[in-house]
């Protein structure tokens, strides 16, 4: 990949192949990748490239690569490999959730029913609560943060 350029598909961030765009917010975009050597599918988060040439925000991606990548939990998503504080493109690579973002979700469906909406607040509870005793502090809660995975799994992510 070009440094400060978003990905193409068919591309290769470090030893992943780029396959599809999943998501974009404010700061990244999110892509599904495939490990080139073992063939795992994969979530590549990019930093923008305007943002990664920002060293306020590379520091900020860099730790929070390092705080999750430190969590291990089922409700809170796992870092497989990090691009490195001084690589020329910034990228966080996660397990691929099977499943869908609670406000893809609530869009989807209309309105959760309350039993399924306490089970999610546990899970979340439980997450943030393990990520809390660890140190971190989620700051972003919000419903494009939270992936629930078709098994019913609630993911936290970000």
Sequence with gaps: MVA??????????????????????????????????IGKDVAIKVLHPHLCASSRYRERFHREARA?????HENIVSILDYSGHNAEDCSIVTELIDG????????????????????????????????????????????????????GVVKLMD
């Design 4 to 37: 400060g350029r978003n990905p193409v598909i068919g591309s290769v961030i470090d030893k992943y192949e780029v396959l599809q765009k999943l998501g974009e917010g404010a700061t990244a975009t999110v892509y599904r990748g495939r490990h080139i050597s």
């Design 68 to 72: 999750v990548g430190r969590l291990s």
């Design 100 to 151: 869908m973002t609670l406000l893809a979700l609530i869009d989807t469906h209309g309105s959760i029913p309350s039993e399924i909406l306490a089970s999610i607040g546990i899970e979340l509870a439980e997450a943030l609560s393990f990520a809390h005793k660890a140190g971190i502090i989620h700051r972003d809660i919000k419903p494009e943060n939270v992936m629930v995975r078709r098994d």
